[in-house]
C-alpha cells in the first residue's frame, strides 16, 4: 500500500476539521466536535507513523485532554513517546522528525519523551505530570509497554496525596484569577468556576476509585440525580463557550475578552433588550453558571475529602437540636433538615457567626442547603422568623461579609431578595467599576466592616473614628445592599433603590428615623462623591446647599462613611488619598455648618490666613517676608487652597515673588499615592498648554488643577498628577519633574519649544473603553455670580485628553481658572471654569463647544 505524502495528510486533515466544525454549526453538540477532532488527529498521527515510524519497541500515547479524548480546535495535542529503554542517538533522531512532521502538518504538539522510570520519577516530583499521565490513551506501537506504564502508575498513586496536592494546586490558581467567578474577563478555562474546576473533582474522585465521568461517578452516593444534571449541562455549556472562543479569534484563546464579548453574544443570538446589552446577558448567564460550578466544586471536594479522610463517629459535637460539629465544620443532624424546616437556612449562618471556631459547613449542609434553596419561596419571604434572623446575620459582631458571600454563592440571598438577584453577575460598563454589580455591593459591605475592625483603623482613620460612636451600624450595610440594587433597569437608580429599600424596611420592621436614613442614603449616595469631587468647596454657597441637603449629623457621618466604601469598592484604580482628602473636607465643612457655624467667606479666608501664617512661622520666616509674597494674592486664593498649600507656596516663593525664573516644586501626597506640582512663572497665553504638554509626555495623569493669576501677572498654578500604573516611586520622579518641567517653561519663555529628556511615553486607551463607549457630553453653563462659565465634560479617559483640551482653550482665547479632574477609573468627568470673549457669542461659543465635542469624541474612538 503505497504511503500518503505529508501535503496529503495535512489537506485530509484540514477536510476532516472543517466537516467536524460543520456539524457542530449545525447540531450545537460540544462533545461531538471535541471527539471528532481527536479521532481526526488520531487518524492523521496514525498515518503519519508510516512515513515517520517510531523507535523499535516504542509506543505513542495521547495524554492530557487529549489523552482524556477532548480536543479543542486549536488546543495542544499532548503526546507521549513511551520508550522501553533511554533513547540511542537514532532513537532520538527518529522522534525529532516524527515531532518536526507534526509541526508540518499544522499540528502543536506537546510532547515528552520518557521511559517508564522517567514518568514514575516526574510523577512523583510534579502533580501536573501525574494528572496528565492518569488520561493516558494508546495511539500506536507496543499496548503491551503503555499497558505496563498504566498499571505502575496506578500502583504509585496515592489518593490521599493526590487530592492534597491538587487542592493546592487549584487554591493557588484560584488565586491567579483573585479568587472570584466573577471577574469582567474571565478565563472560562482556568478561572473560578471554569472547566478547570469541573475537571478537578473529575480527577480526584478517578484516584478515589470513583470513576472517571459524570455518569460513573453518578453511580456511587457521591452525586444525586440533580446535581448530576446541573454539572452535566456546565459541562456542556463551558465546553460550548472554550469551542466559540477558539473559533471567533483562530487561535488558542479562553478568556473571554471585552473584545470578544459583542461577537460572542451575536454568535449565541442574544439580543438587546431594555437597559442592555447582548454581551451583558451573555456574561450574566455565563457568571450563573459559573457560580453553580462553584457551588458543586466545593461540595464535591468536600465530599471527596471525607471519604478519603474519614473521622471517628464520636468526633461529632452537639450544637443544638438541629445543628451539630463534624471534622470542625457546622453539619446537620438530619440529613433533610432545612426540607422539613426552611427557616434553618438562615439560622445556619447565624450559628457559623456565633461559633467562630467552624471552618465552613460540612458536604452534608453544603449539599443540602444548595438542594433547600428553592424552598426559599413568598411565604417564606413573608415569615417574620425568617426576616427576623435575616437582620440577626446583619446585626453580628463578625462574620456578616463571609455570611452574604456564602448566602450569594448558594443562592440563598438572591431568592431572599429578588431585587438582588436581578443583579447578579450583571456587568458594568460604565469604565470605572471593576466588578460585578453583586461583587460591587459585597465589596462595600467588606469596607464598611473593616471600618469596625481596629487592624484597619491605620488605613482609614476617619472612618474607623466615626462608626466607631455610629448607632445601629449594621443598618449601613442594609443601605449597601440596596444602594445599587436597581442598577441596570432604566431611569434613576438611586431612586428606584430608595424604593426598593423602603419596601425592604416596611417587611422587616423598620421604621422611623432608621427607615427615613435608608432611604436617604440609598437615593443620595452618589451626592457627596459628586459634590467633594466636581465643585468649589471655596464657594460658601456650595457647602450651605449640600448642608440642606444632609439635614443632621446622623445623615452626615451615615453618608460619608458610605461614599468612602462605596468609592473604595469600585475599582483599585479609582481611590486615592486626593480623593479622600476632599471627602474628609466637606464632611468638616458641613459639620460646622450644622453646629450652627455658617460657612462665611470672610471666616473661612481669616482661618485659612491664621493657620498657613502659624506654619509658616514653624518654618522660622519672618511675618513681612510673608507680606510681601500674600500681597500679591487675592481672595480666591486663601479660598481654594488649604494651610498646609499655602505654608508650602509661601516658604518656596517668598523671595522669588518676581522671579523672571519659572520655579517649579513638587512633594509626595499621601502614602507614596500622587505627587502635588507647583508652576509660578510669568502667566502667558500658552502656559497651560505648555504645562499639559509636558505632562502628557511623561504620561502623567492630571487628576486637579488649580489655576491662579496674581495682581502682578505671575501664574501661580497646582497640580495633582499620578503616575502610570506600572511606577510606583513618587519620591525619584519628584526631582524628575521639577527638572524636566522647569525647563520646559524656560525654554517655552524663549519660544524653543522641546519634548522632554528621556523620550515620550504614551499609553493607548483601554479595550474596555473600545468596545464599551460612552457617549461624549459637553454642558456650558454661565456662572450667575461672576463673569465666569462653567465647562462640564464627560467622555472616556485617554492619554492626553487634558492637553488636547488645552489646546481649544488656547485657540479660542478662553482662560482657565480652575478646574476640577475627575478620573473614574476610564471614563473622566471633568468640570473647567473658564473665562474669555469668544464665551460671550452665541455663534463663536457654539463652535468652542464643537470644538470641545470634537475633542472628546477623538478621545472615545
Given at each position: 500500500?503505497?504511503?500518503?505524502?505529508?501535503?496529503?495528510?495535512?489537506?485530509?486533515?484540514?477536510?476532516?476539521?472543517?466537516?467536524?466544525?460543520?456539524?457542530?454549526?449545525?447540531?450545537?453538540?460540544?462533545?461531538?466536535?471535541?471527539?471528532?477532532?481527536?479521532?481526526?488527529?488520531?487518524?492523521t498521527?496514525?498515518?503519519?507513523?508510516?512515513?515517520?515510524?517510531?523507535?523499535?519497541?516504542?509506543?505513542?500515547a495521547?495524554?492530557?485532554?487529549?489523552?482524556?479524548?477532548?480536543?479543542?480546535?486549536?488546543?495542544?495535542?499532548?503526546?507521549?513517546?513511551l520508550?522501553?529503554?533511554?533513547?540511542?542517538?537514532?532513537?532520538?533522531?527518529?522522534?525529532?522528525?516524527?515531532?518536526?512532521?507534526?509541526?508540518d502538518?499544522?499540528?502543536?504538539?506537546?510532547?515528552?519523551?520518557?521511559?517508564?522510570?522517567?514518568?514514575?520519577?516526574?510523577?512523583?516530583?510534579?502533580?501536573t505530570v501525574?494528572?496528565?499521565?492518569?488520561?493516558?490513551?494508546?495511539?500506536?506501537?507496543?499496548?503491551?509497554?503503555?499497558?505496563?506504564?498504566?498499571?505502575?502508575?496506578?500502583?504509585?498513586?496515592?489518593?490521599?496525596?493526590?487530592?492534597?496536592?491538587k487542592r493546592?494546586?487549584?487554591?493557588?490558581?484560584?488565586?491567579?484569577?483573585?479568587?472570584t467567578?466573577?471577574?469582567?474577563?474571565?478565563n472560562?478555562?482556568?478561572?473560578p468556576?471554569?472547566?478547570?474546576?469541573?475537571?478537578?473533582?473529575?480527577?480526584?474522585?478517578?484516584?478515589?476509585?470513583?470513576?472517571?465521568?459524570?455518569r460513573?461517578?453518578?453511580r456511587?452516593d457521591?452525586?444525586?440525580?440533580?446535581?448530576?444534571?446541573?454539572?452535566?449541562?456546565?459541562?456542556?455549556?463551558?465546553?460550548?463557550?472554550?469551542?466559540?472562543?477558539?473559533?471567533?479569534?483562530?487561535?488558542?484563546?479562553?478568556?473571554?475578552?471585552f473584545?470578544?464579548?459583542?461577537?460572542?453574544?451575536?454568535?449565541?443570538?442574544?439580543?438587546?433588550?431594555?437597559?442592555?446589552?447582548?454581551?451583558?446577558?451573555?456574561?450574566?448567564?455565563?457568571?450563573?453558571?459559573?457560580?453553580?460550578v462553584?457551588?458543586?466544586?466545593?461540595?464535591l471536594?468536600?465530599s471527596?475529602e471525607?471519604?478519603?479522610?474519614?473521622?471517628?463517629?464520636?468526633?461529632?459535637?452537639?450544637?443544638?437540636?438541629?445543628f451539630?460539629?463534624?471534622?470542625?465544620?457546622?453539619?446537620?443532624?438530619?440529613?433533610?433538615?432545612?426540607?422539613?424546616?426552611?427557616?434553618?437556612?438562615?439560622?445556619?449562618?447565624?450559628?457559623?457567626?456565633?461559633?467562630?471556631?467552624?471552618?465552613?459547613?460540612?458536604?452534608?449542609?453544603?449539599?443540602?442547603?444548595?438542594?433547600?434553596?428553592?424552598?426559599?419561596?413568598?411565604?417564606?419571604?413573608?415569615?417574620?422568623?425568617?426576616?427576623?434572623?435575616?437582620?440577626?446575620?446583619?446585626?453580628?459582631?463578625r462574620?456578616?461579609?463571609?455570611?452574604?458571600?456564602?448566602?450569594?454563592?448558594l443562592?440563598?440571598?438572591?431568592?431572599?431578595?429578588?431585587?438582588?438577584?436581578?443583579?447578579?453577575g450583571?456587568?458594568?460598563?460604565?469604565?470605572?467599576?471593576a466588578?460585578?454589580?453583586?461583587?460591587?455591593?459585597?465589596?462595600?459591605v467588606r469596607?464598611?466592616?473593616?471600618?469596625?475592625?481596629?487592624?484597619?483603623?491605620?488605613?482609614?482613620?476617619?472612618?474607623?473614628?466615626?462608626?466607631?460612636?455610629?448607632?445601629?451600624?449594621?443598618?449601613?450595610?442594609?443601605?449597601a445592599?440596596?444602594h445599587?440594587?436597581?442598577?441596570?433597569r432604566?431611569?434613576?437608580?438611586?431612586?428606584?433603590?430608595?424604593?426598593?429599600?423602603r419596601?425592604?424596611?416596611?417587611?422587616?420592621?423598620?421604621d422611623g428615623?432608621?427607615?427615613?436614613?435608608l432611604?436617604?442614603?440609598?437615593?443620595?449616595?452618589?451626592?457627596m462623591?459628586?459634590?467633594?469631587q466636581?465643585?468649589?468647596?471655596?464657594?460658601?454657597?456650595?457647602?450651605?446647599?449640600?448642608?440642606?441637603?444632609v439635614q443632621?449629623?446622623?445623615?452626615?457621618?451615615?453618608?460619608?462613611?458610605?461614599?468612602?466604601?462605596?468609592i473604595?469598592g469600585?475599582?483599585?484604580?479609582?481611590w486615592?488619598?486626593?480623593?479622600?482628602?476632599?471627602?474628609?473636607?466637606?464632611?468638616?465643612?458641613?459639620?460646622?455648618?450644622?453646629?450652627?457655624?455658617?460657612?462665611d467667606?470672610?471666616?473661612?479666608?481669616?482661618?485659612r490666613?491664621?493657620?498657613?501664617a502659624?506654619?509658616?512661622?514653624?518654618m522660622?520666616?519672618?511675618?513681612e517676608?510673608?507680606?510681601?509674597?500674600?500681597?500679591?494674592?487675592?481672595?480666591?486664593?486663601?479660598?481654594?487652597h488649604?494651610?498646609?498649600?499655602?505654608?508650602?507656596?509661601?516658604?518656596?516663593?517668598?523671595?522669588?515673588?518676581?522671579?523672571?525664573?519659572?520655579?517649579?516644586?513638587?512633594?509626595?501626597?499621601?502614602?507614596?499615592?500622587?505627587?502635588?506640582?507647583?508652576?509660578?512663572?510669568?502667566?502667558?497665553?500658552?502656559?497651560f498648554?505648555?504645562?499639559?504638554?509636558?505632562?502628557?509626555?511623561?504620561a502623567?495623569?492630571?487628576?486637579?488643577?488649580?489655576i491662579?493669576?496674581?495682581?502682578?501677572?505671575?501664574?501661580?498654578?497646582?497640580?495633582?498628577?499620578?503616575?502610570?500604573?506600572?511606577?510606583k516611586?513618587?519620591r525619584?520622579?519628584?526631582?524628575?519633574?521639577?527638572?524636566?518641567?522647569?525647563?520646559?517653561?524656560r525654554?517655552?519663555?524663549?519660544?524653543?519649544?522641546?519634548?522632554?529628556?528621556?523620550?515620550?511615553?504614551?499609553?493607548?486607551?483601554?479595550?474596555?473603553?473600545r468596545v464599551f463607549p460612552?457617549?461624549?457630553?459637553?454642558?456650558?453653563?454661565?456662572?450667575?455670580?461672576?463673569?465666569?462659565w462653567?465647562?462640564?465634560?464627560?467622555?472616556?479617559?485617554?492619554?492626553?485628553?487634558?492637553?488636547?483640551?488645552a489646546?481649544?482653550?488656547?485657540?479660542?482665547?478662553?482662560?482657565?481658572?480652575?478646574?476640577?479632574?475627575?478620573t473614574?477609573?476610564?471614563?473622566?468627568?471633568?468640570?473647567?471654569?473658564?473665562?474669555?470673549?469668544?464665551?460671550?457669542?452665541p455663534?463663536?461659543?457654539?463652535?468652542?463647544?464643537?470644538?470641545?465635542?470634537?475633542?472628546?469624541?477623538?478621545?472615545?474612538?
Amino acid at each position: 500500500m503505497r504511503a500518503p505524502t505529508v501535503t496529503l495528510l495535512r489537506n485530509q486533515l484540514a477536510q476532516r476539521r472543517n466537516d467536524a466544525i460543520l456539524g457542530f454549526r449545525e447540531h450545537l453538540r460540544p462533545e461531538l466536535l471535541l471527539t471528532a477532532l481527536r479521532r481526526a488527529v488520531d487518524h492523521t498521527l496514525r498515518e503519519l507513523l508510516r512515513l515517520y515510524p517510531l523507535p523499535a519497541g516504542s509506543a505513542l500515547a495521547a495524554v492530557g485532554g487529549y489523552g482524556r479524548g477532548e480536543l479543542y480546535p486549536y488546543s495542544d495535542v499532548d503526546v507521549l513517546v513511551l520508550l522501553r529503554e533511554p533513547p540511542s542517538r537514532e532513537d532520538s533522531a527518529m522522534v525529532e522528525a516524527l515531532i518536526a512532521a507534526m509541526w508540518d502538518l499544522g499540528i502543536e504538539p506537546g510532547h515528552s519523551v520518557r521511559t517508564i522510570e522517567d514518568c514514575q520519577r516526574e510523577a512523583a516530583n510534579d502533580i501536573t505530570v501525574e494528572t496528565a499521565l492518569m488520561e493516558a490513551r494508546w495511539l500506536a506501537g507496543d499496548k503491551e509497554l503503555l499497558g505496563r506504564l498504566c498499571a505502575v502508575m496506578r500502583e504509585q498513586m496515592d489518593a490521599q496525596t493526590f487530592f492534597q496536592a491538587k487542592r493546592a494546586e487549584m487554591q493557588q490558581r484560584h488565586a491567579r484569577h483573585q479568587d472570584t467567578p466573577y471577574a469582567l474577563e474571565p478565563n472560562c478555562k482556568e478561572a473560578p468556576g471554569g472547566l478547570r474546576d469541573l475537571q478537578v473533582v473529575l480527577w480526584m474522585a478517578q484516584a478515589a476509585g470513583l470513576g472517571s465521568t459524570w455518569r460513573e461517578i453518578a453511580r456511587t452516593d457521591l452525586l444525586t440525580a440533580a446535581e448530576f444534571r446541573a454539572l452535566r449541562r456546565a459541562d456542556m455549556a463551558f465546553k460550548r463557550l472554550r469551542i466559540e472562543l477558539h473559533l471567533l479569534t483562530g487561535r488558542r484563546e479562553d478568556r473571554v475578552l471585552f473584545d470578544l464579548q459583542p461577537g460572542l453574544a451575536a454568535i449565541y443570538g442574544f439580543e438587546a433588550v431594555k437597559n442592555r446589552r447582548p454581551s451583558e446577558i451573555l456574561m450574566q448567564r455565563y457568571y450563573w453558571a459559573a457560580r453553580a460550578v462553584s457551588q458543586l466544586n466545593i461540595i464535591l471536594m468536600q465530599s471527596i475529602e471525607e471519604l478519603l479522610f474519614p473521622a471517628p463517629d464520636d468526633q461529632v459535637q452537639t450544637i443544638d437540636d438541629d445543628f451539630c460539629v463534624r471534622r470542625g465544620r457546622l453539619g446537620l443532624r438530619r440529613d433533610d433538615g432545612f426540607e422539613r424546616n426552611p427557616a434553618l437556612l438562615f439560622r445556619a449562618f447565624l450559628v457559623m457567626q456565633e461559633h467562630p471556631e467552624l471552618v465552613g459547613m460540612s458536604a452534608q449542609a453544603l449539599r443540602a442547603m444548595w438542594h433547600a434553596r428553592r424552598r426559599i419561596d413568598a411565604q417564606f419571604r413573608r415569615n417574620p422568623v425568617n426576616r427576623h434572623q435575616f437582620l440577626q446575620i446583619l446585626q453580628q459582631p463578625r462574620g456578616i461579609v463571609h455570611a452574604l458571600r456564602g448566602m450569594t454563592m448558594l443562592n440563598i440571598l438572591p431568592r431572599y431578595l429578588p431585587v438582588f438577584r436581578r443583579i447578579v453577575g450583571q456587568m458594568q460598563h460604565d469604565l470605572f467599576h471593576a466588578y460585578t454589580v453583586d461583587q460591587h455591593i459585597l465589596m462595600v459591605v467588606r469596607n464598611l466592616r473593616r471600618f469596625t475592625m481596629p487592624e484597619h483603623a491605620q488605613e482609614y482613620p476617619l472612618a474607623s473614628q466615626l462608626i466607631a460612636d455610629f448607632d445601629r451600624h449594621w443598618l449601613l450595610y442594609v443601605a449597601a445592599l440596596f444602594h445599587d440594587i436597581a442598577k441596570g433597569r432604566g431611569g434613576d437608580h438611586s431612586e428606584l433603590g430608595a424604593q426598593e429599600v423602603r419596601r425592604f424596611c416596611q417587611d422587616h420592621g423598620i421604621d422611623g428615623e432608621d427607615a427615613q436614613l435608608l432611604e436617604f442614603l440609598v437615593r443620595q449616595h452618589l451626592t457627596m462623591s459628586m459634590v467633594a469631587q466636581k465643585r468649589d468647596l471655596s464657594d460658601p454657597e456650595i457647602v450651605r446647599e449640600f448642608t440642606r441637603c444632609v439635614q443632621n449629623e446622623r445623615q452626615l457621618t451615615a453618608l460619608y462613611l458610605l461614599t468612602v466604601a462605596d468609592i473604595r469598592g469600585t475599582s483599585p484604580k479609582v481611590w486615592n488619598s486626593w480623593k479622600g482628602k476632599l471627602l474628609e473636607n466637606l464632611y468638616h465643612l458641613t459639620l460646622s455648618a450644622l453646629g450652627g457655624a455658617q460657612p462665611d467667606t470672610r471666616t473661612v479666608l481669616a482661618q485659612r490666613k491664621e493657620l498657613a501664617a502659624n506654619e509658616i512661622r514653624l518654618m522660622g520666616l519672618r511675618d513681612e517676608s510673608r507680606d510681601a509674597f500674600w500681597s500679591q494674592l487675592d481672595i480666591a486664593y486663601f479660598l481654594r487652597h488649604e494651610a498646609s498649600e499655602i505654608a508650602w507656596h509661601t516658604r518656596h516663593l517668598y523671595y522669588r515673588v518676581n522671579s523672571p525664573d519659572p520655579v517649579v516644586k513638587a512633594r509626595v501626597l499621601g502614602q507614596n499615592e500622587a505627587l502635588q506640582v507647583m508652576v509660578y512663572t510669568k502667566d502667558t497665553d500658552e502656559l497651560f498648554v505648555t504645562i499639559c504638554r509636558y505632562f502628557d509626555h511623561r504620561a502623567l495623569s492630571i487628576q486637579d488643577a488649580r489655576i491662579h493669576t496674581t495682581h502682578h501677572g505671575w501664574a501661580l498654578d497646582s497640580f495633582i498628577v499620578l503616575l502610570p500604573a506600572h511606577e510606583k516611586d513618587y519620591r525619584s520622579h519628584a526631582s524628575l519633574v521639577e527638572h524636566e518641567l522647569h525647563e520646559q517653561l524656560r525654554q517655552a519663555q524663549d519660544h524653543t519649544y522641546g519634548r522632554p529628556a528621556g523620550g515620550v511615553i504614551r499609553r493607548s486607551g483601554s479595550r474596555r473603553s473600545r468596545v464599551f463607549p460612552i457617549i461624549p457630553n459637553v454642558e456650558l453653563q454661565p456662572d450667575e455670580r461672576s463673569t465666569s462659565w462653567r465647562l462640564s465634560v464627560t467622555s472616556a479617559d485617554r492619554p492626553g485628553l487634558l492637553y488636547s483640551l488645552a489646546r481649544v482653550f488656547a485657540a479660542n482665547s478662553v482662560s482657565l481658572k480652575m478646574a476640577k479632574i475627575l478620573t473614574l477609573g476610564d471614563r473622566v468627568e471633568d468640570i473647567f471654569i473658564i473665562e474669555g470673549d469668544v464665551l460671550g457669542h452665541p455663534r463663536a461659543q457654539l463652535q468652542f463647544e464643537r470644538d470641545i465635542l470634537a475633542t472628546l469624541d477623538s478621545a472615545s474612538s
